[in-house]
């Protein structure tokens, strides 16, 4: 679940980023609005996410994914250029962050009640 929140969130980041450039500075209404939102359910979501995922891995799969997403986006829409360089540099966002879910994060039970995350989630 929590994992599954947390790309959630990383979604609703790049949701924020991409009305963050449309919103003039946060002078246009609508974007501004959508920033809002969208950044506090991202942030809300990771959050809670980091009580169950280590916050290294999470905050490197949730700005991973969510930069990966924003400039697939632009370049999807034309608001940024298209090239191979961008489109293997996304590519090893995301084998970074599928590897980061596959590594063991390497705490023990111990550590994990110590810190009083409990039992992580993988």
Do not use: C, N, Q
Not at 1 to 23: D, I, P, Q, R, Y
Not at 44 to 57: F, Q, R
Not at 75 to 87: F, H, Y
């Amino acid at each position: 679940m929590a994992w599954a929140l947390l790309l959630v969130s990383a979604v609703f980041e790049a949701v924020w980023a991409t009305a963050l450039g449309t919103s003039d500075g946060l002078s246009e209404p609508a974007p501004t609005i959508v920033f809002f939102i969208a950044l506090a359910a991202s942030m809300a979501g990771l959050g809670w996410s980091v009580k169950h995922i280590p916050i290294g891995t999470a905050y490197a799969v949730w700005t991973g994914v969510g930069a990966a997403l924003t400039v697939t986006y632009a370049m999807t829409t034309g608001a940024e250029s298209i090239s191979a360089g961008k489109i293997v540099f996304i590519t090893g966002i995301i084998v970074a962050v599928v590897g980061l879910k596959l590594a063991p994060d390497g705490a023990t039970e111990e550590h994990r009640e110590a810190a009083g995350d409990g039992p992580a989630e993988k």
